[in-house]
């Protein structure tokens, strides 16, 4: 059984160690790193505990099976104009490569829309790398449409 819940204190190793690999090991990631200003660890700390700080402004989401972490990504909200409501910035989606093909992605997101539209959140924002095919296809299966259009960073 896969069950989800937002990252407490007690957790933030778990969640550092599934990130850290996310960041240092995801091709698609490291692809496109430099343009969003990757700090590498200590940013990922400083993420870590601004999360815990500021749970308005966020959470990390973990996934574990037999309660064992497997599987971890971002949420930050944000104000969407167009709907006038709560909407959420998904981020760093990552399941443990040999815990891959189990199930547990499917289950982080779809555990992941119950909590969000308990929030009250209306929409699910994520983007993917144009060269990463097999992730398009998982969120479209879960949902997801492409809106043609292309994601833009500037550090500032």
């Not at 064992?68 to 909200?77: F, K, L, Q, R, T």
């Not at 167009?82 to 760093?92: F, Q, T």
Request: proline share 2%; glycine share 8%.
């Amino acid at each position: 059984m896969i069950t989800c819940r937002k990252m407490n204190a007690a957790e933030v190793p778990d969640a550092f160690q599934l990130l850290s690999a996310f960041l240092t090991g995801d091709e698609h990631y490291l692809a496109s790193s430099k343009g969003y200003g990757d700090r590498g660890f200590q940013g990922l700390n400083d993420a870590l505990d601004l999360f815990l700080e500021c749970p308005d402004l966020g959470f990390v989401w973990m996934a574990y099976d037999d309660n064992e972490v497997a599987g971890v990504c971002v949420i930050c909200y944000a104000i969407s104009t167009s709907m006038g409501s709560l909407v959420a910035k998904l981020d760093d989606v990552s399941v443990k490569e040999d815990r891959r093909g189990k199930g547990i992605g499917t289950a982080l997101l779809e555990q992941l829309k119950d909590q969000l539209r308990r929030e009250s959140v209306t929409r699910i924002d994520v983007s993917v790398h144009r060269e990463n095919p097999d992730g398009r296809r998982f969120y479209e299966r879960l949902g997801f449409v492409a809106l043609n259009e292309e994601r833009l960073a500037a550090v500032i």
